[in-house]
């Protein structure tokens, strides 16, 4: 009697466990789906790139160096009043994020060449990706470093490095045969997910070369490198970063290396999925832009190590600093996640950072990933249940009754918490509007959810951060105001 008892309770256990997977694999189905509409970075069927622009270092007559563009392709013609400004304002920012260190270089004549990559965000909320190339032109005796920089709208940082890796081989020969290769580049379209587009490329004594780019087939995954965070931070410190930037707080990475900066930050970004950060955001913050540090709202920024002691001079509020492997942190960071899902990420971290089957950094991203994402569904799937829909299509997010069917105290104070950020206000909007058809509804947008940060700047296009601080007010991604309008 005893053991049939086991057996059927052991059928109950099954029986249960395997509706809660089901329901687990339905809440991260629609958490994922609606993650991927309000991604603005994954999109087939576009332009590979917007503008390659080589930036180089000119000598001014004061014996410092500014970092110049000396190359431009496409060069477009026939532009309106406001698309002109507009390019003026992107070309003129790009040179601070290639050289955030101009003031630091003297003539060398050897350079191992390094990748990296910055973000610039438009008032809008808009952004484009630096993918950048630091190298040393072929020559002899001391020169200065250059970097090859491609804008795009599009997110695939594996991608756009083989791109790179192509540019610098046809640097080495000539700058005339970097020109053919992009102009077939720019006239493929950008493939859809685990597709190749393959394109043609002469080169001298080489003869004509086809050259395949093949896109992950996991998109949100493409720009980013898990391996980059693994390698030099301890799971519990990837943990506490992470529960940091789910509040939106104010988070600052230290390292000397560029590449370094973007990738850690990139990869810390790609831990929120499926939501997004919605506010101040730069891999690399040029030196000239140092008072980013001063601003009271949700930043996460990049900063080199030899600007470390500056920056611990400015006016600070309460900030996450992180210089591997050490960190200031704010205190309460061990107390943020649930004490079980936090044992769970632990478990699945460490796992992974010592798996020796794994190999590649893409089976990496999704193992990483995966973790992450079961987070939020264990914290937040059941969304979709408190969102009451109306006739016209448009829903409502029922945040008390949301927050009141958690049933653990821990999930329920921290949920209490995340529901007030901007990243889950952006994700709940794509979620009250997943029932409506996506053509003839302009005039049917509901206002936004997201309130604009009270001290907020009216800031410039296309440099993601205020410059003159006077006012004692910061970037916001809620601001939405042109600078023609104030």
Same mark, same amino acid.
Request: aromatic fraction near 10%; proline fraction near 6%.
């Given at each position: 009697?005893?053991?049939?008892?086991?057996?059927?309770?052991?059928?109950?256990?099954?029986?249960?466990?395997?509706?809660?997977?089901?329901?687990?694999?339905?809440? +991260?189905?629609?958490?994922? $789906?609606?993650?991927?509409?309000? +991604?603005?970075?994954?999109?087939?069927?576009?332009?590979?790139?917007?503008?390659?622009?080589?930036?180089?270092?000119?000598?001014?007559?004061?014996?410092?160096?500014?970092?110049?563009?000396?190359?431009?392709?496409?060069?477009?013609?026939?532009?309106?009043?406001?698309?002109?400004?507009?390019?003026?304002?992107?070309?003129? /920012?790009?040179?601070?994020?290639?050289?955030?260190?101009?003031?630091?270089?003297?003539?060398? +004549?050897?350079?191992?060449?390094?990748?990296?990559?910055?973000?610039?965000?438009?008032?809008?909320?808009?952004?484009?990706?630096?993918?950048?190339?630091?190298?040393?032109?072929?020559?002899?005796?001391?020169?200065?470093?250059?970097?090859?920089?491609?804008?795009?709208?599009?997110?695939?940082?594996?991608?756009?490095?083989?791109?790179?890796? &192509?540019?610098?081989?046809?640097?080495?020969?000539?700058?005339?045969?970097?020109?053919?290769?992009?102009?077939?580049?720019?006239?493929?379209?950008?493939?859809?997910?685990?597709?190749?587009?393959?394109?043609?490329?002469?080169?001298?004594?080489?003869?004509?070369?086809?050259?395949?780019?093949?896109?992950?087939?996991?998109?949100?995954?493409?720009?980013?490198?898990?391996?980059?965070?693994?390698?030099?931070?301890?799971?519990?410190?990837?943990?506490?970063?992470?529960? $940091?930037?789910?509040?939106?707080?104010?988070?600052?990475?230290?390292?000397?290396?560029?590449?370094?900066?973007?990738?850690?930050?990139?990869?810390?970004? /790609?831990?929120?999925?499926?939501?997004?950060?919605?506010?101040?955001?730069?891999?690399?913050?040029?030196?000239?832009?140092?008072?980013?540090?001063?601003?009271?709202?949700?930043?996460?920024?990049?900063?080199?190590?030899?600007?470390?002691?500056?920056?611990?001079?400015?006016?600070?509020?309460?900030?996450?600093?992180?210089?591997?492997?050490? /960190?200031?942190?704010?205190?309460?960071?061990?107390?943020?996640?649930?004490?079980?899902?936090?044992?769970?990420?632990?478990?699945?971290?460490?796992?992974?950072?010592?798996?020796?089957?794994?190999?590649? $950094?893409?089976?990496?991203?999704?193992?990483?990933?995966?973790?992450?994402?079961?987070?939020?569904?264990?914290?937040?799937?059941?969304?979709?249940?408190?969102?009451?829909?109306?006739?016209?299509?448009?829903?409502?997010?029922?945040?008390?009754?949301?927050?009141?069917?958690?049933?653990?105290?821990?999930?329920?104070?921290?949920?209490?918490?995340?529901?007030?950020?901007?990243?889950? +206000?952006?994700?709940?909007?794509?979620? &009250?509007?997943?029932?409506?058809?996506?053509?003839?509804?302009?005039?049917?947008?509901?206002?936004?959810?997201?309130?604009?940060?009270?001290?907020?700047?009216?800031?410039?296009?296309?440099?993601?951060?205020?410059?003159?601080? $006077?006012?004692?007010?910061?970037?916001?991604?809620?601001?939405?105001?042109?600078?023609?309008?104030?």
């Amino acid at each position: 009697m005893g053991q049939f008892l086991c057996q059927e309770q052991g059928i109950k256990e099954s029986t249960s466990g395997l509706w809660e997977r089901e329901e687990l694999w339905h809440n +991260s189905q629609s958490l994922q $789906s609606v993650g991927e509409r309000s +991604s603005v970075f994954h999109s087939a069927g576009q332009f590979f790139f917007e503008y390659l622009v080589v930036v180089s270092l000119k000598k001014m007559p004061d014996g410092h160096y500014e970092p110049k563009i000396t190359y431009q392709f496409p060069k477009r013609e026939n532009l309106l009043k406001g698309q002109k400004e507009e390019e003026e304002r992107l070309l003129q /920012a790009i040179p601070l994020f290639c050289f955030p260190d101009s003031n630091n270089w003297a003539p060398i +004549s050897e350079f191992t060449s390094e990748t990296f990559s910055f973000v610039l965000t438009n008032v809008d909320g808009s952004r484009k990706i630096g993918y950048c190339r630091r190298l040393l032109p072929s020559g002899r005796g001391v020169r200065l470093p250059e970097v090859f920089c491609i804008i795009s709208c599009l997110g695939c940082f594996g991608l756009f490095s083989k791109i790179l890796d &192509e540019v610098e081989k046809r640097r080495q020969i000539s700058m005339a045969v970097i020109y053919p290769f992009m102009q077939g580049l720019r006239e493929s379209p950008f493939p859809a997910p685990g597709k190749t587009v393959t394109i043609k490329s002469f080169i001298p004594e080489s003869g004509t070369e086809l050259i395949e780019l093949t896109r992950p087939v996991d998109a949100h995954l493409e720009h980013v490198e898990f391996q980059a965070l693994l390698q030099r931070l301890s799971p519990h410190l990837i943990l506490h970063i992470f529960a $940091s930037a789910m509040l939106e707080r104010r988070l600052i990475f230290l390292a000397e290396e560029l590449s370094v900066l973007s990738q850690c930050i990139h990869a810390v970004a /790609a831990l929120l999925y499926p939501f997004t950060w919605a506010h101040t955001y730069i891999p690399v913050v040029p030196e000239c832009l140092l008072d980013t540090v001063c601003c009271p709202t949700p930043f996460m920024v990049g900063i080199q190590m030899r600007h470390l002691e500056r920056v611990l001079e400015q006016p600070m509020e309460e900030v996450f600093h992180l210089e591997a492997p050490f /960190a200031f942190q704010v205190g309460d960071e061990e107390e943020i996640l649930p004490g079980k899902l936090q044992n769970e990420m632990l478990i699945s971290l460490n796992r992974h950072n010592n798996n020796n089957n794994v190999h590649t $950094s893409e089976q990496v991203n999704a193992l990483v990933s995966e973790a992450f994402v079961h987070f939020f569904v264990r914290l937040v799937g059941h969304y979709a249940s408190h969102i009451k829909w109306g006739r016209s299509g448009y829903g409502s997010f029922q945040e008390r009754a949301f927050c009141k069917a958690i049933a653990s105290k821990s999930c329920r104070r921290l949920v209490k918490k995340f529901v007030k950020t901007n990243m889950f +206000s952006l994700f709940i909007e794509e979620a &009250e509007k997943s029932r409506i058809p996506q053509e003839g509804n302009a005039k049917k947008n509901k206002p936004s959810r997201v309130t604009p940060h009270p001290s907020q700047c009216f800031r410039p296009r296309w440099m993601g951060l205020g410059t003159n601080w $006077s006012t004692g007010r910061c970037p916001c991604p809620g601001q939405s105001l042109e600078l023609d309008e104030l």
